[in-house]
């Protein structure tokens, strides 16, 4: 089974007109995943709000303060031009990072063996004291801490495939040995970070898999079964998280990359792979990027299905 975290408080973060980070890119997922064939196979439960206590694993109390305010006056744009907040925003990220707590308990209550969380906004860009890049709190960042913290689970997976190199995620986590963290993006391509791969002895640490304007499925599944398999039947995860970002395909108008909405079923499928090898297939994952709404849609139901084959 796996559990959908959704809630409507998604759709009251406001980005303003032409804005491609906008409230229809969860109504079409959910749209998808209340389909007949899902029947029966998915549970819908209620996401949290994450305390600040727990957005403050990662963010400073400055900044958590600075999100709250510039929402109470917005809306304006917070940080940088391209990150718009409105009354709703601070809300709705208190209830994006909470979706992985509820998530992550979920499914170590075994409640469900995966869940996908699409919310938004979205969270890899988001920095120690700064929102950058439609982001406002590092969801996934969040939900690494906690399970360390708070459930005692020190070696976890990170998997970002988004076509935005995770820089948000990389600078809070990668001085954390515990930590595998694997990003394959394009590059050169915002926000121009991840370059660079810094593995410690016992196998932790980043993995990037910078890829050229033109790569498609069978570029990226070299780097699955190469690179990160090698490196992951190292490392042994004990959780496995997944910064699911759709705008890798072919058809999303912020990248060069040529998915395919089946590549996210057959890429996740490999990470779905790890998770039942290591980690009796748990995985929880959370929405990203993804901005042309019908492949978007598409290409997420698509790695639902892959998820819903963990554990089997
Ligand atoms: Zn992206």
Redesign the pocket.
Known sequence: MTGILYHEDYLNHMTGMGHPERPGRVTVITEALKKEKYKGKLIWDEPRLATTDEIGYVHSQAYIDRVKEAAETGPKNLDSPDTPVSKGSYKAAQRAAGAMLTAIDGVLDEKYTTAFCPVRPPGHHARYSMAMGFCLFNNIAIGARYLKHVHNIHKILIVDF???HCNGTEEMLSGDNDILLFSIHQYPHYPGTGLSTKLYAHSGGVLNAPMPPGSGEKEYMRVFKGQLADQVNMFMPEFVLISA?F?AHKDDP?GDINLESESYYRLTKEVVRFADMYCDGKIVSTL??GYELPVLAESAAFHVDALLEAGT
């Open positions: 988004d076509i935005h970002g705008d912020l990203e990027g």
